[in-house]
């Protein structure tokens, strides 16, 4: 098998600009397209050094370690420590995975044309075969990342909600929002706020259909018997968020409610009496994540 070293530097130029590219796109650093090629020409130098030489140096794994440090620096130029580790872990992750997917369809499709020599793998695959690599690496990481951050950020955010309101019970997910501070300004209560529409088992649809009216002082849509049992139960809880300062929500005291949570595969339950239910009359979510803040 004849290998060109000119087709070598060319092709690991072309690989370590896809990698570092890659890993700025994953890590959402600042995209510098010539300092991507002058740290993937570094890498391509060192592949070529390593290929022509007789020195058993080049597969030393700290002066490769060296080498990639040497290219995420040329690269990304961090300012910080941290920065650099961070940038150098990512490297290393989409390393694996492109050199790992490389090395699949290249063995799938032309086994016989790898060498490797001083620890490197070299060929004669052609470009499209490395674009292919990338594209499928490149899915492959950023969809691994988004499982792995969705699960985090579910496991971390989200709890179940169980709702007690006269003898009957109503469940859902709650997002825990330490921003949340609402209390109901006379007992200084504080307030759960819950989708209008999780309430219906549990309280009349004759209150739930006519908050805003309720708000008002106006009950004239709401039965006697009804305004009865329920008048002194409501509160008015005012709030503010963005775009709306002066908002108002109509709140219920329910007999309790328990928020259940995950720890560690270990199942937390919290029970609490001394809270306030306040009724959203509209979505929390455009796709329907969670009906309650706690």
């Known amino acids: 098998m004849t290998i060109y070293i000119d087709v070598v530097f060319i092709e690991n130029i072309v690989m370590n600009y896809i990698i570092i590219l890659a890993t700025g796109l994953i890590a959402k650093a600042k995209i510098k397209h010539l300092r991507f090629i002058a740290g993937s020409m570094v890498g391509a130098i060192y592949t070529v050094s390593a290929y022509v ?6 597969s030393n794994i700290v002066l490769k370690f060296l080498l990639s440090i040497i290219m995420v620096y040329i690269a990304y130029n961090p300012q910080m420590l941290k920065k650099l580790w961070k940038e150098v872990l990512f490297f290393y992750i989409t390393s694996f995975v492109f050199g790992g997917v490389a090395f ?3 063995y799938v499709l032309k086994p016989q044309d790898i060498l490797m020599k001083n620890g490197m793998f070299l060929g004669t695959y052609p470009l499209k075969t490395i674009a292919i690599s990338a594209i499928i690496a490149y899915i492959i990481i950023v969809s691994g990342f988004k499982i792995v951050k969705s699960k985090m950020i579910k496991k971390n955010t989200y709890c179940k909600l169980i709702i007690g309101i006269k003898d009957k019970t109503v469940e859902t997910t709650a997002m825990i929002d330490t921003g949340n501070l609402l209390k109901e300004p006379i007992s200084n209560t504080p307030v759960i706020v819950v989708e209008r529409v999780l309430l219906y088992d549990v309280l009349p649809k004759q209150i739930l259909n006519n908050l805003e009216e ?7 849509k709401v039965p006697y018997d009804i305004q009865e049992e329920y008048r002194s139960k409501l509160k008015i809880i005012p709030f503010s968020s963005l775009g709306r300062e002066n908002g108002m929500l109509l709140g219920i005291k329910p007999q309790f409610i328990e928020i259940v949570k995950d720890e560690e595969g270990e199942i937390e339950r919290e029970r609490k009496e001394n809270v306030i239910i306040g009724i959203y009359n509209k979505s929390l979510t455009k796709r329907g994540e969670y009906q309650a803040l706690v």
């Open 53 to 58: 030489s007789q020195l058993e140096i080049y």
């Open 104 to 106: 699949a369809l290249i």
């Open 214 to 220: 309720i708000l008002g002082g106006d009950f004239e």
